[in-house]
């Protein structure tokens, strides 16, 4: 099957919850170092009962479906009045099982050509400071740190924002 990125819909609810659960639990652990949170707070069957219970969070994801849904991305028009005319791109992961096949780069290609489509002229996102894999992909699209640098919710941890100038010439 050919594969296609496509707005979430109800019915992805939990493959999207195993994909952000396991996906963060994988990436962020060694970083983190609090299995409380990993096993206890972030839980698949809660966060999919939200999905199905609060269609309104699935506004914005949009899913890589090949047939299985194996990456999700999730992000809007910015909320930050010093960026009106900006994309934020607020998560960003392939199944930690179908991660190196490409996955991620046709979602980022998707994404720069939508935002591209509506007339943004940046995109910008947040990405933990120690998350070298992230980082490096992001940049190999572009995206670069503007040196901001806060510490993330409720940690001793900092996070980075990342921009991506768009061409808007089109």
């Given at each position: 099957?050919?594969?296609?990125?496509?707005?979430?819909?109800?019915?992805d609810?939990?493959?999207?919850?195993?994909?952000?659960?396991?996906?963060?639990?994988?990436?962020y652990?060694?970083?983190?170092?609090?299995d409380?949170?990993?096993?206890?707070?972030?839980?698949?069957?809660?966060?999919?009962?939200?999905?199905?219970?609060r269609e309104?969070?699935?506004?914005?994801?949009?899913?890589?479906?090949?047939?299985?849904?194996?990456?999700?991305?999730?992000?809007?028009?910015?909320?930050?009045?010093?960026?009106?005319e900006?994309?934020?791109?607020?998560?960003?992961?392939?199944d930690p099982f179908?991660?190196?096949?490409?996955?991620?780069?046709?979602?980022?290609?998707?994404?720069?050509?939508?935002?591209e489509?509506?007339?943004?002229?940046?995109?910008?996102?947040w990405?933990?400071?120690e998350?070298?894999?992230?980082?490096?992909?992001?940049?190999?699209?572009?995206?670069?740190?503007?040196?901001?640098?806060?510490?993330?919710?409720?940690t001793?941890?900092?996070?980075?924002?990342?921009?991506?100038?768009?061409?808007?010439?089109?």
């Amino acid at each position: 099957m050919e594969h296609i990125i496509r707005k979430a819909a109800r019915e992805d609810a939990s493959r999207l919850a195993e994909i952000l659960i396991f996906a963060k639990r994988t990436s962020y652990r060694s970083i983190f170092k609090n299995d409380y949170v990993s096993f206890n707070e972030m839980q698949v069957l809660s966060l999919a009962l939200d999905y199905q219970k609060r269609e309104e969070m699935l506004d914005n994801i949009y899913v890589y479906d090949d047939g299985i849904v194996k990456g999700m991305m999730n992000w809007g028009k910015s909320a930050d009045s010093n960026y009106p005319e900006s994309i934020r791109l607020y998560e960003f992961y392939v199944d930690p099982f179908f991660q190196g096949n490409g996955i991620g780069t046709k979602m980022m290609k998707t994404l720069l050509s939508q935002a591209e489509a509506i007339g943004a002229k940046n995109i910008f996102l947040w990405v933990l400071e120690e998350n070298l894999k992230a980082r490096r992909f992001y940049e190999l699209f572009g995206f670069a740190s503007d040196k901001t640098r806060k510490l993330e919710e409720g940690t001793d941890v900092y996070i980075l924002r990342y921009f991506k100038e768009l061409n808007t010439n089109k």
